[in-house]
């Protein structure tokens, strides 16, 4: 009875993949075409950063060299995929085509790999966009995703961007840096709830992690105890 329940709920409403729009079975999210062309984020990698290594040296610290250099503000960051064309198109159809949908797709996808991140943690919140853009964009793609994690614990304006800073896109680490540099602000409102408590921060992608790094630290000056990154993918430069 429930397979045929959920045959008519896929001829009436059906689901398609995220990254190329095929139809596909109604709990899917990718098509096995877009699937095979997909890279997860999985051990052997740093364990702060979640940069992947290709291959596993024992009796070394489990850390990148950047990380090793200078450790970020963020305790700890995650992600699911590698970014490249198909999370590319995926991400860009939630942020650019108004496709909002696919927000609480994104979100289904971090609970299941980091269902005790979520869980354990005491705020969540969203890297924020300049209110510049979110009235061009109407949305914060971020904040969206972040709000389906948990909306009894997501605070929408725990974060500000006080910059209007230029696109990251084609910048460099440097640039993207200098960019970044004083550009968010904790709420004040918040300033005695925040303190040491786990704070889990949500961006769609991480690229060179100054973004994210940026916001951890105006939450790390603000009192809070742990913040941790939770991305659905992460750029992975080639050396």
């Known amino acids: 009875m429930f397979k045929f329940f959920k045959k008519i709920i896929e001829i009436i409403f059906p689901n398609s993949c995220i990254s190329c729009n095929e139809i596909i079975s109604l709990d899917g999210l990718l098509c096995a075409k877009c699937f095979a062309k997909i890279k997860f984020i999985c051990d052997p990698k740093c ?4 940069y992947p290594f290709e291959i596993e040296i024992k009796h070394l610290p489990p850390f990148c060299g950047k990380c090793l250099a200078k450790k970020p503000y963020y305790d700890k960051a995650l992600a699911i995929y590698q970014y490249n064309e198909i999370i590319a198109k995926a991400v ?25 991140e979520i869980n354990n943690c005491d705020i969540i919140c969203a890297v924020p966009l300049h209110k ?38 084609r910048l460099k680490r440097e640039e993207r840096e200098r960019n970044l ?13 925040i303190k040491d408590k786990t704070v889990l ?31 659905i993918a992460k750029t992975v430069f080639d050396h």
């Open 47 to 50: 364990q702060i950063c979640s």
């Open 92 to 116: 860009g159809a939630l942020k650019y085509s108004d496709q909002t949908f696919l927000a609480k797709k994104f979100a289904q996808i971090l609970f299941k790999n980091f269902k005790d």
């Open 132 to 169: 510049k853009r979110l009235r061009q964009r109407k949305f914060n793609q971020a904040a969206l995703i972040a709000k389906f994690l948990d909306k009894k614990k997501f605070i929408p304006d725990l974060l500000f961007r006080l910059v209007n800073t230029a696109s990251q896109v």
């Open 181 to 193: 540099k004083k550009a968010f602000l904790t709420n004040k409102k918040y300033k005695n709830f």
């Open 201 to 231: 921060l949500v961006d769609d992608v991480a690229t060179t992690g100054a973004t994210i790094n940026n916001c951890a630290k105006a939450l790390k000056k603000s009192g809070a105890k742990k913040v941790v990154v939770l991305t």
